[in-house]
């Protein structure tokens, strides 16, 4: 009863490869997040989707591209993966309000050699 | 664009010492502001949020934190420090015109020892 589920848990892969993670909640929420966090721990959005509408699209390269079958489902697929994609990558939803804070998944490790 | 400070990278203490996290946030208008902890190869779980109601704003494991309009401050403290708070803390402001989108500080890591 996992309240946003992330897969895979970890992803190693070579370069140039396209690979996708999954995320799904079962909250309720409205709005679904994909967060990356490099490896100084620092935290910064990628994307945010509210009932399938994508809202927030931050400078993120087009190889980058998340897609919303349904309200509790948010994907991020990844094209041609680089060296400097390697980084966990982080699900959360929350409310639509914004106010209650994100719920967060429990991240997906991705990395590429 | 909305920001947050949070001084100190690592903080150090003794079990049963004080815990104080720095964090100041850019805005003049009082934004949403939010804690949360992250233990290791794990998610980040909100500690506590501060929405405009009271300024002394309490948390999970015994974490509280006070918004200060004055100062732009929100510090995250706990009177005594347990080994199982030795975490990496964040501080996030949500930013203006959209508050959906939480920016983070950079982070805390919190050590306690014996």
């Known amino acids: 009863d996992t309240a946003v589920s992330q897969t895979p848990k970890y992803l190693v892969t070579q370069m140039g490869n396209d690979k996708s993670i999954k995320c799904e909640q079962n909250?309720?929420?409205?709005?679904m997040y994909w967060y990356k966090q490099d490896s100084k721990k620092f935290l910064k959005i990628m994307f945010s989707?509210?009932?399938?509408?994508?809202?927030i699209n931050e400078t993120v390269p087009n190889r980058f591209s998340p897609k919303s079958p349904d309200k509790a489902h948010l994907n991020l697929h990844i094209n041609s993966l680089e060296l400097g994609d390697s980084a966990v990558y982080f699900c959360?939803?929350?409310?639509?309000?914004?106010?209650?804070?994100?719920?967060f998944g429990s991240g997906t490790r991705l990395t590429v050699v | 664009a909305q920001s947050v400070t949070q001084l100190g990278s690592h903080v150090s203490v003794s079990e049963g010492a004080l815990v104080l996290l720095r964090c100041n946030y850019s805005?003049?208008?009082?934004?949403?502001l939010f804690w949360y902890v992250q233990y290791p190869n794990q998610g980040l779980q909100l500690l506590l949020k501060?929405?405009?109601?009271?300024?002394l704003v309490k948390g999970i494991n015994g974490f509280e934190a006070e918004f200060k309009k004055s100062e732009t401050s929100f510090h995250l403290t706990k009177p005594s420090a347990h080994m199982s708070d030795a975490a990496e803390y964040f501080c996030?402001?949500?930013?203006?015109?959209?508050?959906?989108?939480?920016?983070f500080g950079t982070g805390t890591r919190l050590q306690v020892f014996p």
């Open positions: 909250l309720g929420h409205d709005t």
């Open positions: 501060y929405t405009s109601a009271a300024t």
């Open positions: 996030a402001v949500s930013d203006l015109g959209n508050t959906d989108k939480l920016i």
């Open positions: 805005s003049s208008v009082p934004p949403y």
């Open positions: 989707y509210n009932n399938k509408e994508l809202i």
């Open positions: 959360a939803s929350s409310h639509q309000t914004g106010g209650y804070g994100y719920t």
